[in-house]
C-alpha cells in the first residue's frame, strides 16, 4: 500500500513539474497603448501618436494587430531601421510579403511607410486606404506586383519628422485599386521615385505600416516577412543597380568614357578607382555620337560617386533627357536604364552632371548600349 502510495505521489509530482515548465513557457503577447519602441523576433516596432486613444499588440515575427479612436494621427509599424550610413542599392533588394484585415473608420493607410536621411525623406507605398486617397504633385505610374500605383510628390513644411520639426519632401506610390494581400516590391518603387528625379537618402527606415488620421479603426496584419536581397521584381521600364559584369556579349556596344568628348569647366581623366572621367559640376559631361539603326536600346553606366552621397548623371539623346543613373557611393556599380526609346541615324548622346549640390562628384567608367 506504502509503495502504490509513492508511485502515485511520483507521477503527480512529474505531472506538476510539467504543467509548470509548460506554464512558464506560454508568454502572452505585448500590447503598447502609448509611444513606444522595441525590437521582437528582429523586427523593430513602433507605436507613435499625437494624442487619442491606441492599442499595438505585438504578435510573432512582424504580425501585430491595432485599434485607434478619437486620435490625431498614429502609426503602428512593424520592420527595419537601418543606421542611415547606406543607400538602398548599398543595403540589397527590399520585398514585404503581407496579409492583413484592415477596417478604417476614416481617414487611414495599409502601406509600406519610412524615411531616409541626407536627404531626409518620408516615403510611403499604399495598398488601401479609407475615406481619403493620398494625392499630390504628380510625377508618374508604376506597374509592379500585380497592379499600377500612381507616384506623387508632397512637401512638409515645419511639421514633425525623426530629427524634429523641419521641412521636407514626401513620395507617395499609391496603388490604382485597393488590396490587403499580397507582395510589394519595395525597391522597385525606390528605382522608380528616383528615375523620376525624386532622389533617395541614405535609408533609416522601411516597415508595414498601418496609419489612422483624425479617425478610429483597426487593422490586423496576419503575415509581414521582410526579405532583404534576392532579385527584383519586374516592372515595366526597370531602373536596376547591379554588378559591373565581367563579359559581355557581341550584341553590347560599350564606349570607354575617357575616349568621348568633354564639355563643360570642370571636366578631367582620373585613374582611381578605375581609368575613366569625373564631372565635378553642373554642365560637366562626355559625350560622342552614335548610329542607330532601331529606336530602343538599354544604357548601362558604370560608375561610383567620389563618397558616401549620391552622385546623379543624366543621360541625354538627341539633346533630350531620357532618365537619371544613381551611383549612391564610392564603390563602382551598374545603372541601368532599360527600353529607351530615341531617335534613329546619327544621335549624340550626353552624361551630363545637372543637379550637383557641391557634395559629390561623378566618376565615369564605361557606358554599354545593348
Not at 51 to 60: E, K, R
Request: some cysteine; charged content about 15%.
Amino acid at each position: 500500500m506504502k509503495q502504490k502510495t509513492l508511485v502515485n505521489f511520483v507521477r503527480l509530482l512529474t505531472f506538476s513539474l510539467v504543467f509548470a515548465l509548460c506554464t512558464i513557457n506560454v508568454q502572452a503577447a505585448t500590447t503598447l497603448t502609448s509611444n513606444q519602441t522595441g525590437t521582437q523576433d528582429n523586427y523593430n516596432y513602433e507605436l507613435w501618436k499625437d494624442y487619442g486613444t491606441t492599442s499595438m499588440t505585438l504578435n510573432s515575427g512582424g504580425t501585430f494587430n491595432c485599434q485607434w479612436s478619437n486620435i490625431g494621427n498614429a502609426l503602428f509599424r512593424k520592420g527595419k531601421k537601418f543606421d542611415a550610413t547606406k543607400t538602398h542599392q548599398q543595403i540589397g533588394n527590399m520585398s514585404i510579403n503581407y496579409a492583413s484585415t484592415f477596417n478604417p473608420g476614416g481617414n487611414s493607410y495599409l502601406c509600406v511607410y519610412g524615411w531616409t536621411k541626407s536627404s531626409l525623406i518620408e516615403f510611403y507605398i499604399v495598398d488601401n486606404w479609407g475615406t481619403y486617397r493620398p494625392t499630390g504633385t504628380f510625377k508618374g505610374t508604376i506597374t509592379v506586383d500585380g497592379g499600377t500605383y500612381d507616384i506623387y510628390q508632397t512637401t512638409r513644411v515645419n511639421q514633425p519628422s525623426i530629427i524634429g520639426n523641419t521641412t521636407f519632401y514626401q513620395y507617395w506610390s499609391v496603388r490604382q485599386s485597393k488590396r490587403t494581400s499580397g507582395t510589394i516590391s519595395v525597391s522597385e518603387h525606390f528605382k522608380k521615385w528616383e528615375s523620376l528625379g525624386m532622389p533617395m537618402g541614405k535609408l533609416y527606415e522601411v516597415a508595414f505600416t498601418v496609419e489612422g488620421y483624425q479617425s478610429s479603426g483597426s487593422a490586423n496584419v496576419t503575415t509581414n516577412t521582410l526579405t532583404i536581397g534576392g532579385s527584383s521584381a519586374t516592372n515595366t521600364n526597370t531602373y536596376t543597380a547591379t554588378p559591373a559584369p565581367t563579359s559581355y556579349s557581341s550584341t553590347t556596344a560599350r564606349t570607354e568614357c575617357e575616349s568621348m568628348a568633354k564639355g563643360g569647366q570642370y571636366t578631367g581623366n582620373i585613374s582611381s578607382p578605375f581609368s575613366g572621367v569625373a564631372l565635378y559640376g553642373n554642365n560637366d559631361l562626355v559625350k560622342f555620337t552614335k548610329y542607330f539603326s532601331t529606336g530602343t536600346h538599354s544604357f548601362s553606366l558604370r560608375g561610383c560617386s567620389n563618397n558616401s552621397n549620391m552622385a546623379r548623371v543624366d543621360l541625354k539623346i538627341g539633346g533630350v533627357t531620357k532618365g537619371t543613373f544613381y551611383f549612391g557611393g564610392s564603390y563602382p556599380a551598374v545603372y541601368t536604364i532599360n527600353n529607351v526609346s530615341h531617335g534613329t541615324g546619327n544621335q549624340e548622346i550626353q552624361l551630363v552632371c545637372t543637379s550637383d549640390n557641391g557634395q559629390w562628384d561623378a566618376f565615369l567608367d564605361y557606358l554599354e548600349i545593348k
